[in-house]
């Protein structure tokens, strides 16, 4: 996958386009009888911490419920993971996408061998601790701030912003090289673009703000892994369509489970999103509920 890069002073030229139902339609698919656990996607975590353990399990649940076909975890919080989900595999390396920094502090990241991986071929999705750690060049990556962590990552990297969310979005995604998933209300999904190229980014509005509660990063960071994993994309643009894709249905499964057992949208917390992901799956594979 080869990165190209803007110019990191540059006011790039921006694009904002809604992504609906039928984008996600695009990038989906449904499993066949030729399908195995392998041709699915291989999902792998290097995520929680001894603070925070409960990160590795809802990202695990993310990745499981977004239709994975075999999800590693390599961590610390291997006895709650199975607890939760005996399926998930805690030994080997092969994998078709990674996500590491969830639950983690800088140190627990770089503790848990987040930088090789960084350096190497396949997908990788930086979350939390693991964002300041990536460099250029890296492995492609999709990483997930939100507003705080924005802009910390752009502090660090001694990236101007504007406080036009779209173009620091495209500004610091053609800086580092990476796809950056910028979380919000509405979600900004931008890609890599060069320097004299229309930065295109994709807008997902958040259904309901009671998705604003601990831990639904960590499942959407596992979500972002699995839909990489089973689509296996070619370059930037489609790597950030699989990120765009999995926001999406992270929004859906949040509405879902606010209105679960009621019309009136009520509070959540991040395994009721995880358990209502593979409904959100189901209607975009249908072709969305719209």
Not at 8 to 24: D, I, M
Not at 40 to 66: F, I, K, N
Not at 97 to 107: C, D, E, M
Request: charged content about 15%; proline content about 5%.
């Amino acid at each position: 996958m080869a990165q190209t890069h803007g110019d990191a002073h540059a006011t790039p030229s921006v694009r904002v386009v809604p992504f609906g139902v039928q984008n996600a339609h695009a990038v989906l698919r449904a499993a066949t009888a030729a399908d195995d656990k392998y041709s699915r996607g291989v999902v792998g975590l290097r995520t929680g911490s001894v603070t925070y353990p409960g990160a590795a399990v809802l990202g695990v649940e993310g990745a499981w419920r977004a239709g994975a076909g075999l999800v590693r975890y390599r961590g610390d919080a291997s006895a709650l993971v199975l607890a939760r989900r005996p399926e998930t595999v805690t030994t080997g390396e092969r994998c078709d996408a990674w996500v590491i920094g969830s639950g983690q502090t800088i140190a627990d990241a770089e503790a848990a061998g987040t930088t090789e991986l960084l350096a190497g071929s396949v997908p990788v999705v930086a979350d939390a601790g693991a964002l300041e750690l990536v460099a250029v060049p890296h492995a492609p990556t999709v990483m997930t701030p939100h507003a705080g962590e924005f802009a910390r990552v752009a502090r660090a990297n001694e990236i101007g912003l504007t406080g036009d969310n779209a173009v620091d979005v495209a500004t610091v995604s053609a800086a580092l090289g990476a796809v950056i998933v910028l979380k919000r209300s509405r979600t900004l999904v931008a890609a890599p673009h060069r320097a004299d190229d229309q930065a295109e980014v994709w807008s997902i509005t958040v259904e309901t703000p009671w998705l604003s509660t601990a831990g639904t990063g960590d499942v959407l960071a596992g979500m972002i892994g699995s839909v990489i994993a089973q689509r296996r994309p070619a370059g930037f643009d489609e790597l950030a369509l699989c990120a765009a894709t999995a926001v999406f249905l992270h929004s859906r499964a949040g509405a879902l489970a606010a209105t679960h057992g009621s019309v009136t949208p009520h509070p959540i917390v991040a395994m009721d999103v995880a358990e209502m992901v593979p409904l959100a799956v189901a209607e975009v594979l249908c072709g969305g509920a719209e």
